[in-house]
């Protein structure tokens, strides 16, 4: 936050600049430790430092701007951040000082987004996001850039150094992980890129792939070698390298949170659920915790892991499973720490990939870090809602809230009524904070649990209102400041309340809406916050100000409207009174909208667009200019209340530091003006004076009359409208004749008029635009077509035939195939030249030359070579190039364009024989409907209802059909113009008249009754003919007379005549039908038959037209491979340029590397020699010294003392140990020569020395350790200088290798390329069943050749003579090796069996005869002597058995007597311990005592005495001894006796 003083007077120095009373807020989730007690973290334009014990809190503000990127480092107690600005610059401050050390100035343009400080060192890494992206390493303490590399593109999250070795840096990104190494020769740094490869979502890690230079490469003799898809996209240059496929990028899993552990490994957790543990040396990653669950089984986990979590936290047990994952983790000596969302802390017991997990905490929120202290005794938890916890791990407790702070970003802020000791904020999360103004405290909290959108305090109660995203109002009581609470809730509307105003009386609150509308309320919390009504603007509102008048209870709202017409601001302002709350219903209408009448509205154009308005009580107006940075201000005047409102020009730019939008706000006194941007700067302004207008004074007192006026003429208006409403209609008068305001009512016509216009311009847009689409759509599908698409359907048969749609071929197609048959022209001229001179010169015989031009016919009839069957279809195949002629890529492309041509032939073909296929049947339907017409009279003279079939053209058929809208689809009703519909009216009275005149026509109508309508009766008429009966049918016939019953009989035989006369003609009709139909019938088959015809004609030609696009997909595809091979050796070419670049750099490293490795070897040399010198003159230099005190002196000069650094980490419970300082030279000197205190005192001196001499060799010892200490480190230099040498050299070999390989490849795509010139892909023609495959695999037709049939024959005629010969052969051979084999066997045979004979007999002569032997073959019963052997045997066990029992015994006997025996010494020896102890005690205080008496008058007899007792321990100790050897000799021999059983006779 800044101030600064306006134009109108200047201010006092110490006036100029605003005092931070307090700050509060946590901007983002940075937080370090900068001590054991002070942590820190990052707030707006502040740094606070907040002490854990006292709670403390210190302020560190950014003078440059909003806090970007922060880091803090314990062990030097420092803090890094960077400002938020164009050139940002990092900052490094000492606390508790708070002073500024250095600023770090980089490349960085717009922001860097992570600091991190080393462990070891003054060393600090940054990363700078868009544009840079780079990332460097400083050292802050000297304030330089040790260096730096640029990652365009990546986004990164995290940023570490390895606590054990600074010069390793891990850098996370959203998906990726790199290990970074810091190489060091001497002052040179170099940062080294080693990516690591993570796993994927399913937890598979595969190793990268090169897609620029594949591992394996496949060269197939049809489609040519494989290539990368760089050059199949046709990439050349970078993007060729970079270059990766969708269906290729791995979606590898996306890191969350990691850290060191001791041992250089990086524990890493995954969004996905994984957790990993990275080899930083080897950059290998391994899987500890696998992924959770699916989400189906989340659900069921979820209850488990509740369930089982809650079970062991009560018992303090472990957690096996883990379902949510990790986002942060925080390594110690006993093991990993490790939270989530869930906001449950975990300790992780790793040892190698196996894990044991505790449940150590549970704060029921989402955790984001852990950061432990410097000295691991308590561990932060700050969490994604805010608060921060402390949690210590030595008591095992429950987590502590060490601070309550809220994450959501802070919306409004506004100090309650009286204003001199509370304030309220609230959070766009909804949370409101009660805060007091003296220090800060948070006195109380209310969470809405709806976000917020605007806040304001009433100035006349204790209230609060909250406008949220949902268009409500929340009104919060704060009468009680430590237990505010909401008391009233309205809803406005559907949208978000942009903004609430008070005025300063307390009377109104106005609150704005995103869509346009402006609500009064009541704000008065007695009438329960009423909404009094609303106001509807057309344009968005910006801003709006309120202006109280007091002193005539008026309030007056100016609202700053964005017209999107034109580049300029316009202000709308209108007045409220209290009438609106007395005669609220009087004020608005129907639907809560305030009538025109309630408040009149001035309008005003300014010329420039605003942000931001203002308005003062002398129509002085200022605005925050949006287009430049200045503040305008302007005094409006009453010229608004003309039709069409000037543009205001502003009166004086007030110049500003500030761009693009801001906000202005005035004090209540009109003194002060506040201008604020998204800069974060607040700039102050002083108002002069205001002085009352003459005009003002001279015209108030008739301001207010005719105000009063106004106000009784309307009250008048309102009592006529009332008595009007009470007479009768006849006399009542309309609502517009009440209105006064004629202007107005005109003005809302126009604006309903412009309303009306606008939107039929929109739908006339609209249908225009619809319009051009179909205008469009029927072009390109429709209009372009020279033969439009259609179709043939047969009669009877579910067969259909569409034609070829064609488009008429350019001017530029015409043209380019012109060029290319006169080209073909020429060349078939120059060959048959060529031809004809070769002739010349070779004249072949007459017989020969017939042969050959017969061959050549024939095979020019012949398809096979041409390839397709084009020319029976319409297509002129004589102007192609020869399939084996297409060597070069313009006779291919030429080949193209002649195949396109013949396909269009052919199609062109086809469709002539379509059109008179579709004509056919036009005839066919209009015979159809000819024959129907006589069928229906025929139908209609029998009185049959049959449905007669009628074919028509279906849409298909008739696809024009599809442009025209006929009057039946439409559904709506058709909309008629008055003259349309007087027009239609008409015509319906002349039809309706004609009809009347037609039956008012005596003559017709008799005629109708008579004859039927006709004069004469026709044959057709017959079978509506009737003979009328005779009169006297109504009589009996007992009545009848004879006259009257002859008539009845000459009656009943005229009957009969008739009915067989229409029988007769029936049957005729009848006849006639059959005949028709049949007709019909066969016409429609013989039809039907044709478009089968013309079906199979459609199939031959679709295969003629894939063959012609066979050739061209084949020309195609070599075309392709030609261009993919040249873009791949373009891509060579520009990788071999890079690569020679790089080796070039590599080189040079190379070179200066050697001469700083040859150059420090020397330095190591030297400072070695030195060593050895010094350690020669050794005894040159106490030469003087007797030889038993010299040899104790080289004793002591060789001697050294343990570095106190060890003994110091044995305790310390930092994992990492004290890493501070390693890195000095001259600390880890100092730290030895502070060792070197204690040898040197006058206690460690030999005997008889002098002291002058003891002092020489301390210094003399000095010098050599320093010596020595020089040399190990100039030997780690060296050894580091030699390693980033030695790993140059490598580079610089593989860059060799790579530069060979690339050489390698582009002499092989230069081969490749020649050999596909001449292996041409040739199309042949064959017959079915001709070729018969296996399978469908193409064979390998790589060594081929083109041979005729005929000679192919006659080599397998040849073949399969001398193969019949050779199998008479063979057989005959076999038989006869057959009778060989058969007697070798037999003689074999013989002799084996001779061979077992003599074995026989050799066994019976030798064989052995044993005393076993001898007894089964001499003794009667052998099995009972065998029996009687085995019970003595038994009886010899059971024997041996006691015995063993009876030594055992024995020896346990023995036991315990030793037993016994040594617990008797070890009382013995307990005894002899504490006389020892107190001997000891008697000893030391002799010492001293003889120290201090400085005599050496000891009593021989006392020292023998304590000598004997010395040597009677050391012979107790030894017995001691031996009897343990004895005792466990004896047991070894106990268990040999238990484990011993009796041998086996």
Same mark, same amino acid.
């Given at each position: 936050m800044a101030a600064g003083s306006g134009p109108g007077r200047e201010l006092p120095a110490e006036e100029a600049a605003l005092e931070v009373s307090w700050v509060q807020g946590f901007s983002n989730k940075s937080f370090g430790f900068i001590n054991n007690q002070t942590v820190c973290y990052p707030c707006g334009n502040y740094i606070l430092f907040l002490d854990i014990e006292t709670k403390k809190t210190t302020a560190l503000q950014c003078q440059t701007g909003p806090v970007g990127a922060f880091a803090a480092n314990a062990s030097s107690e420092v803090v890094a951040f960077s400002n938020q600005k164009l050139n940002p610059i990092i900052y490094i401050h000492h606390f508790p000082e708070l002073n500024k050390l250095t600023e770090l100035k980089g490349s960085a343009q717009l922001d860097y987004t992570l600091l991190a400080f080393s462990f070891t060192g003054p060393y600090l890494a940054s990363y700078s996001s868009i544009p840079e992206f780079i990332l460097s390493v400083w050292n802050w303490q000297e304030n330089i850039l040790l260096c730096s590399e640029s990652q365009p593109g990546i986004t990164a999250t995290s940023l570490s150094f390895n606590p054990m070795n600074w010069q390793q840096l891990c850098f996370v990104g959203e998906s990726s992980v790199t290990i970074w190494h810091i190489e060091r020769i001497e002052d040179e740094h170099h940062l080294k890129r080693n990516p690591v490869e993570l796993p994927d979502e399913q937890g598979s890690i595969s190793p990268h792939e090169d897609l620029f230079f594949p591992v394996s490469r496949s060269d197939d003799p049809y489609h040519g070698p494989d290539l990368p898809v760089s050059a199949i996209a046709g990439l050349v240059g970078d993007e060729a390298e970079t270059f990766v496929p969708r269906n290729s990028v791995k979606t590898s899993v996306h890191p969350t949170a990691h850290c060191w552990t001791a041992t250089s490994e990086i524990y890493m957790s995954c969004k996905e659920g994984y957790i990993l543990a990275i080899d930083a040396d080897k950059h290998r990653v391994s899987i500890l915790q696998p992924k959770p669950p699916p989400e189906y089984m989340q659900k069921i986990s979820d209850v488990v892991s509740y369930v089982r979590r809650e079970v062991q936290k009560k018992k303090g047990g472990e957690l096996n499973d883990r379902q949510n994952p990790i986002f942060s983790m925080a390594f110690c000596n006993e093991g990993l720490y490790a939270a989530g969302r869930d906001g449950i802390l975990l300790f992780y017991h790793i040892k190698d990939l196996q894990y044991e997990m505790k449940v150590c905490a549970d704060i029921s929120q989402s955790i984001s870090s852990l950061i432990f202290s410097p000295d691991y005794a308590s561990l932060l938890l700050v969490t994604d809602q805010g608060p921060v916890y402390s949690y210590k791990p030595a008591h095992s407790g429950e987590a502590v809230k060490l601070l309550?702070?809220?994450?959501?970003?802070?919306?409004? #802020?506004?100090?309650?009524?009286?204003?001199? &000791?509370?304030?309220?904020?609230?959070?766009?999360?909804g949370e409101v904070q009660v805060w007091l103004l003296e220090d800060g405290t948070c006195l109380s909290k209310l969470n809405l649990d709806i976000e917020a959108t605007a806040m304001a305090c009433c100035p006349s109660s204790n209230s609060v209102a909250v406008g949220t995203k949902r268009g409500q109002i929340y009104f919060l009581d704060v009468t009680k400041a430590e237990a505010p609470r909401v008391v009233h809730r309205i809803f406005l509307s559907n949208f978000p309340v942009l903004s609430l105003h008070y005025d300063q009386s307390g009377q109104f609150l106005i609150a704005r809406t995103t869509e346009g509308h402006v609500f009064i309320l009541d704000a008065r919390p007695s009438k329960l916050f009423q909404v009094l009504g609303y106001i509807v603007l057309a344009d968005e509102v910006l801003d709006l100000s309120v202006v109280s008048d007091l002193k005539n209870d008026l309030v007056e709202v100016m609202v700053l409207l964005n017209v999107a017409e034109v580049q300029r601001a316009r202000l709308e302002i209108f007045c409220l009174s209290s009438a609106i709350t007395t005669d609220n219903d009087k004020c608005v209408n129907d639907q809560g909208m305030f009538n025109a009448s309630a408040f009149k509205k001035k309008q005003y154009e300014l010329d420039y667009p605003l942000s931001s308005a203002v308005k003062l009580k002398d129509n002085t107006v200022y605005g925050f200019c949006t287009c430049a940075p200045f503040i305008c201000k302007y005094h409006l005047s009453e010229e608004n209340m003309l039709e069409d409102p000037p543009?205001?020009?502003?009166?004086?730019?007030?110049?500003?530091?500030?761009?693009?939008?801001?906000? @202005?706000?005035?004090?209540?006194?009109?003194?002060? @003006?506040?201008?604020? #941007?998204?800069?974060?700067?607040?700039?102050?302004?002083?108002?002069?004076?205001?002085?009352?207008? %003459? %005009?003002? !004074?001279?015209?108030?007192? +008739? &301001?207010?009359? @005719? !105000?009063?006026?106004?106000?009784?003429?309307? !009250?008048?208006?309102?009592q006529m409208m009332h008595e009007n409403e009470q007479v009768p209609d006849i006399e009542k008068l309309e609502h517009q004749e009440f209105n006064l305001d004629m202007e107005e009512q005109e003005r809302l016509q126009a604006e309903a008029e412009q309303e009306v216009a606008r939107a039929r311009k929109e739908i006339e847009m609209e249908n225009l635009s619809n319009c051009y689409l179909q205008d469009f759509i029927k072009y390109e599908c429709w209009d372009a077509l020279c033969v439009k698409g259609r179709a043939v359907k047969c009669f009877h048969m579910d067969c259909e035939v569409k034609n070829y749609p064609l488009e008429e071929r350019s001017k530029e197609e015409l043209e380019t195939l012109e060029k290319v048959l006169r080209l073909k022209d020429t060349e078939t001229a120059d060959l048959k030249v060529q031809k004809e001179d070769l002739e010349t010169e070779t004249v072949l015989p007459e017989e020969e030359g017939k042969k050959e031009a017969k061959a050549v016919a024939d095979d020019g009839e012949s398809f096979c070579l041409i390839g397709s069957l084009s020319s029976q279809y319409g297509g002129d195949t004589s102007i192609l190039y020869h399939q084996c002629d297409l060597h070069t890529k313009e006779q291919r492309v030429n080949q193209i364009v002649l195949l396109k041509d013949i396909i269009y032939k052919v199609k062109t073909a086809f469709n002539k024989e379509f059109d008179i296929v579709a004509q056919q049947k036009e005839q066919e339907i209009a015979r159809v409907k000819e024959r129907n017409l006589r069928i229906r009279e025929i139908l209609e003279q029998l009185d049959l209802q049959v449905e007669v079939w009628e074919p028509a053209l279906t849409d298909d058929e008739m696809p024009e059909r599809a442009l025209t809208v006929q009057d039946s689809e439409i559904k709506a009703e058709k909309y008629l113009t008055q003259e349309e519909k007087e027009r239609a009216e008409m015509l319906a009275k002349l039809e309706m008249e004609k009809r009347l005149a037609a039956t008012d026509d005596d003559r017709l109508r008799a005629l109708d009754d008579m004859m039927g309508g006709v004069l004469e009766v026709r044959k057709e008429d017959i079978l509506k003919m009737n003979i009328p009966p005779p009169p006297f049918i109504s009589k009996p016939e007992d009545l009848w007379s004879d006259e009257e019953k002859k008539i009845f009989g000459e009656y009943e035989k005229k009957v009969k005549e008739l009915n067989e006369e229409k029988e007769e003609y029936k049957k005729t009709l009848e006849n006639e039908w059959k005949k028709l139909e049949a007709s019909i019938h066969e016409?429609?088959?013989?039809?039907?038959?044709?478009?089968?015809?013309?079906? %199979?004609?459609?199939?031959?030609? %679709?295969?003629?037209?894939? +063959?012609?696009? @066979?050739?061209?997909?084949?020309?195609?595809? #070599?075309?392709?491979?030609?261009?993919e091979l040249d873009t791949r050796e373009a891509g060579l070419h520009n990788c071999l340029i890079k690569k020679k670049k790089e080796k070039v750099k590599k080189a040079k490293t190379v070179l200066t590397a050697k001469s700083k490795v040859d150059a420090y070897t020397g330095t190591y040399k030297d400072a070695v020699d030195e060593e050895k010198t010094l350690e020669r003159h050794f005894r040159k230099q106490f030469a003087d010294t007797p030889d038993d005190a010299l040899e104790e002196l080289y004793r002591l000069y060789t001697h050294r003392p343990k570095s106190p650094r060890t003994e110091m980490l044995l305790d310390t419970p930092n994992p990492y140990g004290n890493c501070s300082g390693s890195e000095d030279y001259e600390d880890a000197l100092n730290l030895l020569m502070k060792a070197m205190d204690e040898l040197d005192s006058p206690e460690h001196m030999p005997e008889g020395l002098e002291q002058s001499i003891w002092k020489n060799f301390c210094l003399a010892r000095r010098k050599k350790m320093e010596s020595e200490e020089l040399v190990k480190r100039k030997a780690l230099t060296l050894a580091e200088i030699q390693a980033f040498f030695q790993r140059r050299m490598d580079e610089n070999e593989k860059m060799k290798s790579q530069i060979e390989n690339i050489f390698n490849e582009l002499t092989w795509l230069q081969e490749k390329k020649m050999k596909l010139q001449q292996n041409l892909t040739v199309q042949f023609v064959l017959k079915q069943g001709q070729v018969e495959l296996e399978n469908t695999e193409i064979p390998d037709y790589s060594d081929a050749i083109l041979i005729k049939k005929s000679v192919v024959e006659e080599l397998n005629c040849s073949i399969s003579t001398q193969g019949e010969k050779k199998i008479a052969a063979i057989i005959e051979f076999k038989d006869f090796s057959r009778g060989i084999r058969r007697l070798e066997w037999e003689h074999k045979k013989m002799r084996m069996q001779i061979e077992d004979l003599k074995e026989k007999a050799r066994d019976i002569v030798i064989l052995p005869i044993s005393k076993d032997c001898q007894l089964f073959l001499t003794v009667q019963n052998y099995g009972s002597h065998i029996a009687q052997h085995i019970a003595g045997m038994e009886e010899t066990l059971r024997f041996m058995d006691k015995l063993h029992e009876k030594n055992v015994k024995n020896h346990r006997k023995k036991i315990r007597e030793l037993k016994k025996s040594i617990r008797l010494k070890e009382e013995a020896n307990y005894e002899l311990s504490l006389q020892l102890k107190e001997m000891l005690v008697s000893v030391s205080e002799r010492r001293h005592i003889f120290e201090a008496a400085d005599t050496r008058d000891i009593s021989e007899k006392i020292a023998k005495q304590r000598y004997q007792e010395i040597l009677k321990q050391k012979n107790l100790r030894d017995l001691i001894k031996e009897q343990k050897e004895e005792f466990a000799s004896l047991q070894s021999e106990l268990e040999i006796l238990r484990t011993r059983t009796p041998p086996h006779i």
């Open positions: 309550d702070t809220c994450s959501s970003c802070f919306l409004a #802020a506004d100090f309650l009524t009286p204003g001199n &000791k509370y304030c309220v904020s609230v959070t766009i999360s543009v205001f020009s502003s009166e004086k730019r007030i110049p500003s530091n500030q761009f693009g939008s801001g906000f @202005l706000c005035v004090s209540p006194n009109s003194q002060w @003006l506040a201008a604020a #941007a998204k800069d974060g700067v607040l700039f102050i302004y002083n108002i002069s004076t205001m002085v009352i207008r %003459e %005009e003002t !004074q001279r015209f108030s007192n +008739q &301001k207010q009359e @005719l !105000q009063m006026g106004i106000k009784k003429l309307r !009250q008048t208006i309102q016409t429609t088959q013989n039809f039907d038959e044709t478009v089968c015809k013309l079906s %199979e004609r459609k199939v031959k030609s %679709e295969m003629v037209i894939y +063959q012609e696009e @066979l050739k061209i997909v084949s020309l195609t595809c #070599a075309l392709l491979l030609d261009e």
